[in-house]
Each structure stands twice: as structure tokens, then as C-alpha cells.
């Protein structure tokens, strides 16, 4: 290969810029060159490319968000948009692709591959962490630590003030953050999608909390561990057992931010294994890190296995919380 | 006087322990001993009082929350309540009184001391910033620099993702956070309780937006400057102009966090001077700082006067958006 | 006047991009353009211009250090290098300048007026706030936190391991930023330039603290409060009484980083005020911000005149201390 | 086992303090007595035993430090002091020991075991990652991203000023700070103890940036890398290309904080599998974490085993800094 693509799709996730960068450093260095597709498969679409060179990935390797930028695409869905983004590659001389980005971005590749026969590889990035074939995606590691902040700073009140604090973290469905957030946090309870905890539970723990003198709680909620979330889980338990209870829905801030360390050495060895990858002619594979070794999944099986939580993690927190 | 009370009270504040260290510590210097009343009027109500020497107040300055904690009580509302408050500080032969909080702390301030003689010297301690007699509150600055922090990381997805991002801050009827915040934000909008700001306007500034080409926003809200907040808000101004929009409500984590440089300055001031004051024979004022000399405001006037915003920064804000 | 120049000039400030940013609005919006001068007055013997319109300086607020660089220039302190540089103005058509910088940018700035008549209007921007005319200079909040975040670490350090620790933070000529770092940071003993504290003092203020069975402390050290610095200091110290010490020279991360909400405001009031004072005829002034209010200050007095620190802080802090 | 002690010992690392909460709270939910002993082995020696009970350790997950100090001890290198060290274990009926720290602590414990029959289980704590039979340390995660932190500041100053930074970090004999804080800040010359680097390298490194226009660099130093440490090494590669340098050594601002999610994770793992080993019998080994699993490895190969750095990171690190 001469020439490869590189984007970054669906939700944005701290690390995304480290992957960017490394995918053209380690390209430069071994003589391919790359392109920029901005805007994900919208503006693959559109044809908004642009050529990077190793200079032009400088100084974002400590920035949040992707400075190519993200988008929906709708005309993608179909098989008319997916066949104009392939004649635009074609156009461009873009022999691959690499593609940053989580479930949607695979599946999006997945088509492209068999459709159109482009060779592409995915590097995991999303702050869900709810990818197969990697122990940790790029952002999980930032998106926990800014939630975990915000947990901090809400026990000041908690603590000063005597009520329970029911915090939703991300988590649609999966609960990987919920989980490492509630044991860091030293949450009281966490309920999760795949564990969950209805409000019956929740009263009964507050009840014993306050027999035994203690007044302050922290809940730590997956938004997808309960229907309706934070708020209507509360709003069910104070039914069971009054109590002075306030939500905090922690919200779009879990994405953002400059990522930390683990997340960006993540990135860049993810990234630079994805264009070598790519590169030595592997396709419809997603590079991953599972037990600190570099390893590849097939697309397919990245979004389509369940990667199960640690339930001795779990257990633990249960343990932990007293 | 020979031993005084200090009590924090109300929401808690960021730099309410740098301001109890600052009242313990200058007591001792002089010779005056101290008394900490937990739990706000509810524990001065039930006795819960603690003698309180330099070493217990080692080590706190740098922490959110208080130590002394703070409660509601709705005893204190009857004069039966205030008047067992004040026979439990007779008791404690506490000659007078430091009450470190906002509005409602100095309101029953005013009547402890119109009913009960106590001497009371109020300590501004609110994120609000909402009180008359004083720059700046106690915890004010942090506040603003962490609902900054937030927007500095939405901001990040805003850009990658092009959308407009409804951020409600806190400030039911002052604006003083989401101006500084939207200010310092870059905020392209910032509505404020002092200042409405309409769905109307707001959609019209978005379709400008657009037409220039700019694709995302940062819309600063004060949860009090439109009815329902920024989520009615976004939905009324949606109505009107279609856009892609998100709401964050930042919420408690505005609370809490380790105290600024500033607002520990400030609190370590005022405690100090307060102490000083009431030891000295005065009663019924509150300490602040106004244009960096510490200044005593009659406690009625500090909760009843409205303190305005600086209306050429909002105009400020406004230019610099763009 | 219809153009403009802007330059960031001197050690670098965190906020300098706020102010250069407000400089660039305020003038679009008032229909003057304006061009910036990179790497201070070394880029400005070198023509190094650059035209910036608003969107040029879209999403800088958040960002530490200065885009227009800075420099220092051997060539500018010759005669020869000011008339090549007021050439460079003359043929770029620029009619005046906001030079945004510290004393050496200001004495400069001054010549520059004497010799070429140059319309020229300063913003102070430093993080060691020794300019006379400003309450704050702009960077000074942000260098605070900083410097206190790691004094925040350092004690965790501290308490476990009952050491002293000596902090050397910056200021060679002014002890602004250890006073509030020392005051905020809860240290033991505050060695500033302005208040010599010998080893004589500390060695006896850390025997009375043993003696209280207090076995860490913190002593904060300006860089000029002592010749050598801190570790120095601390040795001279340990002469006299021995004890087990650190020394952490705090150095240039007290530079950088994120500026806090404080400076952007203030950066955003003092670039946009600047720019409006020159545009109307003013020229020679300091554009500062003195018990809330925008003041105007002769550069001359600017540099020459020395802002004292108010020694009823450090009386404070010494009191709090225990 | 009825009763066990638990101590943090050796230099302080963020962590220690859950890892200590989560030996409390696994003992007494197991019914097992904790014993906390204060400052390490000096504390044994001295009896300075406190009863540890679940509420004695809330509120402390989030702390940097430790709670219970840490201490050197001489009289404990000596057969007397551990015979006097292991009398007050016996005489406060504790039956076995939870010993967080590093390998100065591991040797110790060794000893205990061999002379006095003292059941003791390791939990590695220290920042510098140096243990074998765990891939991280309790602590490390903590340090690597306030390194990281610093440098993300200078990096703001060096971009704007055109110089060359060389900024040490914490790491005598390994370099496992240096290479994720060089790979995540995007060093251009990272010197390690495993690898070194000579100040001919740093200088044709230098060189060739320069000739390719670019004129910041950060060179990221362990402690360990080059006799004298950065200031030398700086000094050194001047000799051989002259350049504009600086030199800033982060020293013990490395060890404190607020612990990250990964240690608080981490430690919480530990600690509570600390407490269970020990509890079930076994003793002479520490608990670390290997590629996701709880393992054990004895203490003495814990201490004498050299765990080596992973050389394709570092190579990675070279290629991606261009």
C-alpha cells in the first residue's frame, strides 16, 4: 500500500487525536502516506480528504475531541451513499483505510469491506469501553477519571450535608464505567445494566446505612441500568423509604477533556499497529490490547461478542462499601 | 469576649474550612476560645458542640465540604426553636457567634440576635455569589472554575461533532457564574436571570451561526433565567429553528473540589477579620471584601440589597463570541 | 486608525491567548483590522505578519502559552533594530499596537514611541504580577493554582513522612505569588523577596514546631527571597538546627497550563480595553484593572514604580499558621 | 487468623490509602480484627498500634499519603529491633501482617518472617513500578499522569518560546515513569536507566530538529539515566551543539495526590487479596496484578527479579516523535 485513509467516527473519545497521530507518524516513517477523511463516512461521502503529513499531527496528542472531526451519516445507511464513498476513495488513490471509532464505525466498515472490497482496520475508540477483543478501549480510561472527579466532589456535599447522591454515569448498555467508578469512588451501590438493582434494593441498603448512623450515600447509575434512569430509580426508591435524595447526571462532560496517560499510550499503540496492520495487508480486523499484548479481532466478532464485566470486581465494591 | 461559637450553614461552600481554620486560628492567637456547632441551627438546637483548637483545624484548608457539616432545620424556624437554640449557647457560655453561609444563614442570624441578643458576625459562604456587601463570595471562584472545566470538555465534542451544547449552570437568582463561565467559556450565548435571553433569540443566533458556517455552540444558561431551565429552553428555541442540540446540567458537582487559590485567600481573610469583629463588640455585620479591602455590611442589607452583575461584561461577552 | 498590531512579548502567561483573542474581536467588531506580530520584537525586525480575523482565534481562550510565540530580541536593543522594526510597521501600514507582555516588553515598547512615534498601548501580561497599575496581572491566578496544586501534593508527602519541605516557587524581584501560594497552601513560613526570613528564623520556627510535636512543614521560598534559593536556605538552616528536609523547585510548570476563569475574564476585559484605547488616540498607557475598574497607567510608571505586597496578608498568614 | 496488623512503610505513594481501606473492610467482613501500626517499622518497634474498624476508613479512598505515616528505622536493621518489633506484635496478639510498600519494606518483611515465624503478605506500593510480580504498582498510574500533567504545561512554554526542556522524573534504577510519561507527552529523546542516552545523541537529536525548523524539544529524564540527572546531561549535550535549554526536576510532587481510578482499582484488588491470603495461611509472598489476574509471587523474588521495561514502547516512542 502507497496510500491510506484515516478517520474518526461516531462518538467522539479522548485518545482519538494519539490514535491520529501515531497511524500518520508510524506511516511516515515506514513510507506510506496518508489521507484524512474529515467528518467520518459523511464526509468520505463528500470527499473532504486531506493529505497528513507528520507535522500536521503535531501537538495534538494531549487534545480531546478529533480535529477531524465526527458526524452522522444518513445517505451512508444506504447502499447508494456506501458506493459513492468507495468511488471517492478509489478517486483519491486510498488503498485502506484505518477507522477509529466504536460499534457503528465497525459495522460501517464491515459493509464497506464486503461491498466494495476496501481493506480497513478498526482501532477501538469510545469511551464505553463495550468492545470485544480489547480489555480497554481509547477514552475509557479519561472518561472514568472525569466521572470519578466528579464522584469526589459530590461527597464533599454528600458528607457535608447528610443526603444521598445518585450519580448516572454513561453506560447505554454496558456498565464498565458505572463499575470501575463505583469501587474508585467507594459507592455505597452500583447498579449496572448487566447487574441490576432495582429500587427495593437501593431503600433497603439506605435504610441499613442510616441504622447504622450513617447519612450521606453516593449511588453511582448506569444510564441504561434502570428505564428512565437516575432520576426515575430514585423517585421509585424514596416510594419504598423517604429520604433526602438528589440526581446528578454527569452527562456529555465523561467525553471530553485531555486524555490521561494510560489512554494515550493506548492510542498510540493501537494506532501505530493499526496502519502496520493494514500496512502488511490485514483487513476486516479490529487491533485491540487484551492482557497487555496487541492482538486482532475480526470486526464482525468485535461488535457482535458481549464483553462480559468482572463480576469479582463487582463483589467486591459490594464488599468495600462496608 | 472569652469563647466564641462559629458555624457553617446553608449549602456548603468551597473554602468554608479555610474560613473555620481562619476563625479557630486567630481566636487562639488571641486568646479567645472557640466552639464549632455542628449541623448548622439543627445541631445549635440540640447542643452539638465541640471545642475546636488550632491542631483540629490542621489540615483542612485545602478541602471541600465542611467539617462542622450543615443541616437544614426546620425547629429553627418557630421561636421556640431559636430560643432553645439560645439557651444551649448560654449553657456553652458562647459570648457570640461566627455564622459562616448565604442568605438563609444570615436571616436567622437577624433573628437570634433581635430575640436572643446574641452577637452574630456572618462570613459570605455560597457559590452564588449572591449576596450584597462583598465582591465575592467564599467558594464563588471555584465554582466558576469548575463549571469552566466542564465546558472546556464539551467543548471538545462540540467542535468534533458540530453541535450546540445547552450548558445550565448554577444561579437561581443571580447570574454570577454562567456570566464569569460563559464569559471565560467562549460561550456564544449566555443567558442569565438578570438579562433574559428568549428561544427567539437564541434561534436566531443559531441560524447566524450557521450561516457563517460555524456547525457548534456552547449556550450558557443559569438554571433561573428561563422557566424549566436550558432543556425547556433548547426544546422552545428548537421549535423555532431546527438544530441539533445536547443539555448538560452541571449541577452538585459545582459544589464541591478542593478550594481555589483565591477563594482560600479570601476565606483565610475573612474568617480572620470576622473573628477580630465580633471579639472586638461589634454584632450584625457580615465581613466581605469590596475592591480588595475588607468591609462590614449590616446583615440585613447584605440579604436584602441586590447586588447587580457587571452589565458591560455581559456586553463584553457578547462582542467576543464574535 | 484602521490596523492594527498585536504582539505577545517577554515570558510567556497563561491567558495571553484570551487577551489576544479579545484584542482580535474587539477590533473586527469596531471595523479595524488587525495583524499579529509574531515572536515579539524579534518576528517585528523580521516582518514576521500575520492578518487575524475573529475565526483565526476561535477556540484559544482554553489554551496555555501564546500562538503568536514570543522571543527575545539582541537586535531590538540596538537602534538599528527599532528603526528596521518601525519600517516593518510602516510598510505593513500598521497605525499602532497592543503589546501584551511584562516590563521588558514595556521598555520597548517605550523606546519605540520615543524614537518612531509609534501609537503603542500595553497589557500586563506576566505571571509574576509586578507590575505597578494592575491589581493582577494576567497569568498571576493561573500560576497560583498551579503552584499551589503541587504544594497540595507535596504536603500528602509531607504528613506521611514528617519531613520539611522547602517549595521554591516563582518571583526574583516580587513575592506575589508566594504569598497567596503560602497563604492559600497553609505553609509554615513564607520566605519572599520584600520580607527576608533568614535561616536563623526558619531553623528556630521548625525547632518550635518539633517542639509542639509537629514533624512536617511546608516553607514556601520565592526565588529571590534568599541568594541560592531554597536549597540554599534550607542548608543554612540545617546548619543551625538539623532536620530532615526536601527542597522541590517548583520552575517553568508555574507557566503553563490551562488559564483559570479569573484570567480569561481579566485577559478578555484588559485585550478588548487596550484595543479600544488605541483605536481611540491613546497611545503610552498600561491598560490595568485597579479595585475592579479599568485603569490607565504611563508605561513608564508601569515598569519603574514597584506595587508593594500587602504585608497584612503575610501578618495573616503567619497568625493562621499556628 | 483472629487478628491481623497492617502498615504502610518506605516512601509514600497515592493508592496506599485504599489499598489500606480494602484490608480493613475485606477483614471485617470476614470477621477478622485489623490493627493499623503507625509509621512503619519504627511504629512496631514502638507499639504504636491502632484498632482499625470499617468506619475508620471511610472517606480516605481519594486520599493521597497514608493515613497511618510511614517512617525509616534505623533500630529495626538490627536483630534487636526486629526481635522488639516482633514482642509487640506478639503482645497485641497479632497474628500475621498486610505490608504495603516497596521493596525496602519487602526486605524487612522477609527478615520478620525468617527470624520471628511472622506470617506477612506484600501489597506493592511506590510510584516507581519497580517491583516484579505485578505489572503495575500501587501508585503509578498516579504519578505517570501528574508527570505527564507538568509536562503538558511546559510543553505550552516551550512551544511559544522556542527552547529546549529536559525534565526529570522520578526513577533511580528503572524507567518505567520516564517511558509513559515520554510516549503520552510526546518527548522527542526519552533517557532511561535500561536504555541510555548520552549527551551526543541528545545533541545530534537536537541538531537534526532544529535543521527540519523546529526549535521546541522535550527530552523526558529518569532520575537514574545520567549521573548528575537531567542538569548534567542538559550541560553536557550544550558542550557538544550549543542550544537554549532549561531544565526542570518535578521531584515529590510525583508522589502525591489524589489517587487515579486504575490505583484505586488496583489497590482495592490488592488490598482485599492481601487480607485473604494472609487470612487463608499463606505468607512470604506479595500480591500483584498480572495481565489482569490476581497472582502471587514471593517476596523474595518480588525484590530481586528485575522486571524490564517493555523495549517496543520505546522504540514506538522514537518512531511517533517523528
Not at 457503528?104 to 482501532?123: D, L, N, S, Y
Not at 472514568?144 to 450519580?167: P, Q
Not at 501505530?272 to 496492520?277: G, L
Not at 463483589?315 to 468495600?320: C, E, G, K, Q, S
Request: negative net charge; hydrophobic residues 45%; glycine residues 12%.
Amino acid at each position: 500500500m502507497k496510500r491510506i485513509g484515516v478517520m474518526t467516527s461516531g462518538g467522539d473519545a479522548p485518545g482519538m487525536n494519539a490514535a491520529l497521530r501515531a497511524v500518520v507518524r508510524w506511516a511516515a516513517a515506514n513510507e506510506v502516506e496518508v489521507v484524512g477523511i474529515r467528518r467520518g463516512y459523511a464526509g468520505m461521502i463528500e470527499g473532504e480528504f486531506v493529505p497528513l503529513a507528520p507535522r500536521d499531527v503535531a501537538n495534538i496528542i494531549q487534545r480531546g475531541g478529533t480535529i477531524l472531526r465526527t458526524a452522522r451519516s444518513k445517505a451512508f445507511l444506504e447502499p447508494e451513499g456506501r458506493a459513492e464513498a468507495a468511488r471517492r476513495l478509489a478517486e483519491a488513490k486510498i488503498d485502506g483505510l484505518v477507522a477509529i471509532g466504536g460499534d457503528g464505525t465497525f459495522r460501517g466498515a464491515i459493509k464497506m469491506t464486503q461491498e466494495h472490497r476496501i481493506p480497513i482496520v478498526g482501532v477501538p475508540g469510545t469511551i464505553d469501553n463495550d468492545l470485544y477483543g480489547t480489555d480497554f478501549t481509547i477514552g475509557f480510561d479519561t472518561a472514568v477519571n472525569t466521572a470519578l472527579d466528579a464522584i469526589d466532589r459530590i461527597r464533599d456535599t454528600a458528607a457535608s450535608h447528610e443526603r444521598v447522591f445518585f450519580i448516572e454515569v454513561m453506560g447505554r448498555h454496558a456498565g464498565f464505567i458505572a463499575l470501575d467508578v463505583g469501587l474508585a469512588g467507594g459507592a455505597e451501590v452500583i447498579a449496572l445494566p448487566e447487574i441490576p438493582t432495582g429500587p427495593e434494593e437501593i431503600a433497603e441498603q439506605i435504610r441499613l446505612s442510616e441504622a447504622k448512623g450513617k447519612h450521606s450515600s453516593i449511588i453511582v447509575v448506569a444510564e441504561g441500568a434502570y428505564p428512565g434512569g437516575a432520576d426515575t430509580l430514585m423517585k421509585a426508591a424514596q416510594q419504598i423509604h423517604p429520604f433526602e435524595g438528589r440526581v446528578t447526571v454527569l452527562g456529555h462532560i465523561q467525553r471530553g477533556g485531555s486524555p490521561t496517560a494510560r489512554d494515550r499510550v493506548l492510542a498510540s499503540r493501537l494506532g501505530a499497529a493499526a496502519a502496520e496492520t493494514l500496512v502488511s495487508g490485514s483487513s476486516g480486523v479490529m487491533l485491540g490490547e487484551v492482557e497487555g499484548e496487541i492482538a486482532l479481532t475480526p470486526l464482525a466478532e468485535a461488535v457482535e461478542r458481549r464483553k462480559p464485566i468482572d463480576r469479582s470486581v463487582y463483589d467486591l465494591a459490594t464488599v468495600l462499601a462496608e
